[in-house]
């Protein structure tokens, strides 16, 4: 009972998404992306979930030309959440969003019509708690700041506990809307003890915290962010969808090459409002080092994150992966050659 009561408002924010994504299910399904009234046919808009690091690529895209040079011209829209911006998506309110795939998965798995075309690294989570807190033990009892049960930070949250050694009664969990900035927001105030996030969002807001545990170095491979569209859209524009992918792994190649780190940095300080030389140095550090080139998704990673979430939503265990990832897009970039003509 303890642990039902601990969970309720997690559970009761995913009840809201299920809602939202039934609504749009039973909606009537309409292109709305490439409507007279937009600017030109290759226009459409991209959505993504939160303003950090590891939105590089598409803000050099976007900002060095690269979507422009391969024949597009998206709008790029910040919506803080997945659970609003996949629903959004579904709804042909925008034709490709960056964002948790398991919410993705999560909206797959209940019919909705939705893949994954491209991945980010697995997200460096940290989990970082309050500075008075110095061993795991000092944790029981504790609050702990996720997003959502089903979500990314939730899933990696609940694995560096399992390694750490504790269960997961012996903490409690509480779901806060809105993004990582939230999470911070929440740390701050002495709301939570905990929050699994990336160390950038605190160096950034100068929150003083400690780590006690880095989900990469304990095997946690979390996909933190993925490009999704929906499969209508994709079979009816698969060129508008090669640009895209040509366009991102361009401006990959673009920022990994050291001769254009100022520049990149540039970029940072931009997007992430801030010249901060310490914060923007450490976003270049956790985002470009290990950034692929070639930004496939990670089948093994997906389905591990995937059956460590199954115990809330048994449907994920019939997601059939192969319909639900489309590498084919990045791996036509990298069979043609990095760069070459359209």
């Not at 399904?29 to 030109?40: I, K, M, N, Q, W």
């Not at 609940?158 to 999470?183: C, N, T």
């Amino acid at each position: 009972m303890a642990t039902r009561m601990k969970l309720t408002a997690a559970l009761k924010q995913s009840a809201v998404f299920a809602v939202s994504l039934i609504a749009v299910l039973l909606l009537p399904c309409e292109p709305r992306l490439f409507a007279a009234s937009t600017p030109g046919a290759n226009w459409f808009k991209i959505g993504y979930a939160s303003v950090t690091g590891n939105r590089i690529s598409l803000w050099t895209a976007q900002d060095k030309g690269f979507f422009n040079r391969n024949g597009i011209q998206p709008e790029l829209i910040f919506i803080a959440s997945s659970a609003a911006g996949i629903p959004a998506l579904i709804a042909g309110e925008m034709a490709i969003y960056s964002g948790s795939p398991e919410t993705a998965a999560q909206a797959a798995a209940a019919g909705a019509d939705v893949v994954i075309i491209a991945s980010n690294e697995p997200t460096q989570y940290k989990l970082i708690v309050q500075p008075n807190i110095k061993t795991v033990q000092d944790l029981k009892g504790k609050r702990v700041g996720i997003d959502r049960i089903g979500g990314s930070s939730h899933y990696a949250t609940r694995r560096m506990l399992e390694k750490l050694g504790l269960k997961p009664a012996d903490v409690e969990l509480l779901s806060i809307a809105g993004g990582g900035s939230e999470r911070v927001v929440a740390f701050r105030s002495g709301m939570v003890s905990a929050v699994a996030s990336t160390v950038e969002r605190f160096e950034r807001a100068k929150v003083p915290y400690h780590s006690l545990g880095d989900a990469v170095e304990m095997g946690i491979r979390v996909i933190g962010s993925s490009f999704m569209t929906t499969r209508r859209f994709r079979d009816q524009n698969r060129e508008i969808m090669q640009r895209f992918a040509r366009a991102l792994i361009e401006a990959a190649q673009w920022s990994k090459d050291p001769k254009n780190r100022a520049e990149v940095i540039g970029i940072y300080s931009r997007h992430l409002r801030t010249q901060d030389t310490s914060v923007l140095e450490l976003n270049y550090k956790l985002y470009i080092d290990p950034m692929p080139l070639f930004p496939y998704t990670n089948m093994d990673d997906l389905q591990a994150n995937l059956a460590g979430l199954a115990d809330n939503n048994p449907k994920l265990r019939d997601l059939n992966l192969a319909e639900f990832v489309d590498n084919s897009f990045v791996r036509r970039v990298q069979q043609e050659g990095l760069g070459q003509a359209r």
